[in-house]
């Protein structure tokens, strides 16, 4: 699955800080499925802000 994918349904859910989205992943256990590191959400975060998702 990709990060990509995982981190649009998470702001999809509602709008998050990328500190909140590692929390839900803990939570979830996505880290099981999911490589990713910390500056991979806030990455994605800021990209899809500039896409106004």
């Known amino acids: 699955m990709s990060i990509k994918l995982v981190v649009l349904g998470l702001l999809m859910e509602d709008p998050r800080h990328p500190y909140e989205m590692q929390q839900i992943f803990k939570q979830r256990k ?13 990455i ?10």
């Open 44 to 53: 994605m975060q800021s990209i899809s802000l500039k896409k106004k998702i």
């Open 30 to 42: 996505m880290e099981r499925y999911i490589n990713f590191q910390k500056k991979d959400l806030y």
